[in-house]
């Protein structure tokens, strides 16, 4: 409601602007056509994400300083810092990279998006407008008519250009229109006021237009044609570098604990820098003042020495932040805490966040399927059996566990299944469907995700398989046949294994002899499926159990085996080799 409202007074407010000062208007359009030309180059390099960036990225975060230069180059590359912190947050949600790897991009993206400075200064403002941007709006509309979804991307990437520098041109052009009307120079404040001042505008104006390079780009052309003072200019431009922020701590609110851990970060690598950068604002522009004569640049080339400032101002950031990184990474992991409960109510890898491409969402579904998993089928079908899970994963011989393992455990596994798995299980498949329809996914990326929702599905299975079970087992650890109760420690002994195997299995110690054994346990269980059980018939002919428990005895050995096939089978879906499919690389583009 708070934002509806805030929404609705801006545009209250910049209707009021137009209709007192006509010739506000080009400068506005400026800002829309460049802000469009963002979108576009956004939208254009996502369709590029789902394979070089995503692995660029993520190869790019073992190493700080590899972290630090990649998230500069890229950033530099696409223009938008606001992508590359989406895909960082969307990466730590789904666990795919650590917090510190995180924080090298995000303080490498800082960097990188100084070459907006450069590329406003250097290049939008000394072109002409019609030989640079027109042909990139005619051959990128072009390109992005087209099916195949690279041209798609190329022609969004250079439309987005064009419209970039056409905004720069209205600007730059409404700026010049509207000096001779209002002189907004007369407004200039001197001193650390005006730091103060224009720093909070900085802010103001980013937060407003969602991005700190539109900002740059709008201070950039006003100082171009004199309508702001260069000191007030620099001000301006440490305030754009903190409002940028704002757009991380958005995309970090639907975010698990990781995510808000980084947006957090960035907000306070960004305050601390800005705030250094206004402590030391006249050292750093007698710095800038010396470099330009070193470079040549001209006294009164304003726009290239705010360039130069804001590259210094970043740089000084992440070098005095470098040091304090790992303490910053402990405060924040202790500040933000994930939950401990390991009851399955609530998802604990899958936010909105994850869902914003391809191989964030499928990581996050199989180690959310992968705790189901782990968690609650585990617990489940061990306690419908009465046995304990520390039993199954001890090495105790089987035969020792089943004969200890005599109480019934009253377990009910129908409130079970309600509380522990329907809920997340939903989740799963919402998630999963929802990428399906709304990614463009390869076939590899859906094949994996269809598989995920398999592995689900024969889960939910299992446990309904174990209710069944468990009515009979309790029958019969409450019986005086004998006989009866040995049939039912048999079938109890051959979960057991199972669970044993696949615990084993799935901690990889020494896991192709496991796969092996799991693989011989789900040929028999099948070949038992199709086959009667001789000692059933057995106990028949000689009269030693009733009709009715020779019916359910039947009934549960081919429960039992579907059980053992389906447990299997869900391992190896998410713990054998098909995690290659989960975790795809991006080959392939759609």
């Known amino acids: 409601m708070i934002r509806k409202s805030i929404f609705y007074g801006l545009l209250f407010v910049l209707a009021i602007l137009l209709y007192a000062y006509p010739n506000f208007e080009t400068i506005s359009a400026g800002v829309a056509v460049l802000l469009f030309g963002m979108i576009m180059l956004e939208e254009g390099f996502k369709v590029f994400t789902k394979g070089p960036l995503q692995n660029i990225l993520k190869a790019a975060t073992n190493k700080l300083y590899k972290g630090i230069t990649t998230g500069a180059l890229v950033t530099a590359l696409i223009q938008s810092s606001s992508l590359v912190s989406v895909i960082t947050i969307s990466f730590i949600s789904a666990g795919l990279i650590s917090l510190s790897g995180g924080l090298g991009l995000i303080f490498g993206a800082n960097i990188g998006t100084t070459a907006t400075a450069w590329l406003v200064a250097g290049f939008g403002l000394k072109v002409k407008i019609s030989a640079l941007a027109l042909p990139m709006l005619v051959f990128g509309i072009i390109f992005s008519f087209q099916k195949k979804v690279s041209l798609k991307g190329l022609g969004n990437i250079l439309a987005g250009l064009g419209f970039f520098f056409l905004g720069i041109h209205y600007m730059k052009e409404g700026f010049d229109v509207f000096k001779d009307h209002i002189d907004l120079s007369q407004y200039a404040v001197s001193g650390f006021l005006g730091v103060f001042v224009y720093t909070g505008l900085g802010i103001i104006i980013t937060t407003i237009l969602q991005s700190s390079s539109a900002t740059l780009a709008l201070i950039l052309t006003a100082l171009s044609v004199g309508q702001i003072e260069y000191e007030n200019a620099l001000a301006l431009a440490i305030g754009a570098n903190v409002g940028t922020t704002i757009t991380a701590i958005l995309g970090a609110i639907s975010s698990n604990s990781a995510g808000k851990r980084l947006a957090t970060a960035h907000f306070i690598f960004n305050v601390l820098t800005g705030l250094v950068a206004i402590a030391f604002i006249y050292p750093l522009a007698n710095l800038v003042n010396n470099t330009s004569n070193l470079l040549n640049i001209a006294s009164t080339n304003y726009t290239l020495k705010l360039a130069l400032f804001h590259t210094f101002f970043n740089v000084l950031g992440v070098v005095l932040m470098i040091p304090f990184i790992k303490v910053l990474e402990r405060t924040l992991l202790r500040f933000y805490i994930e939950k401990g409960d390991k009851d399955i109510d609530e998802p604990k890898y899958l936010t909105p966040s994850v869902l914003g491409f391809p191989w964030t969402v499928i990581s996050a579904l199989i180690k959310e399927s992968k705790y189901l998993y782990q968690n609650s089928v585990f617990e489940i079908v061990t306690h419908a059996l009465s046995i304990h899970r520390e039993d199954v994963k001890s090495d105790k011989k089987l035969k020792t566990v089943i004969k200890t393992s005599q109480t019934d455990f009253h377990i009910d596994v129908e409130g079970l299944y309600y509380t522990k798995v329907k809920s997340i299980y939903g989740k799963i498949i919402t998630y999963a469907t929802t990428a399906q329809s709304t990614l463009k996914l390869n076939n590899r990326q859906n094949k994996a995700i269809t598989d ?139």
């Open 452 to 590: 995920i929702k398999i592995a689900n599905r024969k889960m939910v299975e299992i446990i309904k398989d174990a209710r069944e079970l468990n009515k009979n087992i309790t029958i019969a650890l409450n019986t005086k046949n004998a006989y009866l109760a040995k049939e039912y420690d048999s079938y109890r002994k051959k979960l057991v294994n199972v669970l044993r195997t696949i615990y084993l299995f799935r901690k990889e110690d020494d896991s192709k002899n496991h796969e092996l054994k799991l693989k011989k346990l789900k040929n028999e269980a099948k070949t038992n499926i199709r086959q009667s059980n001789k000692s059933i018939d057995k106990l028949i002919r000689k009269n030693l159990i009733t009709v009715e428990m020779a019916s359910s005895l039947f009934n549960d050995y081919a429960n039992v085996n579907d059980m053992i096939k389906k447990l299997i089978e869900v391992a190896e879906l998410l713990y054998g080799k098909k995690d290659a499919l989960f975790e795809d690389n991006g080959n392939g583009s759609a």
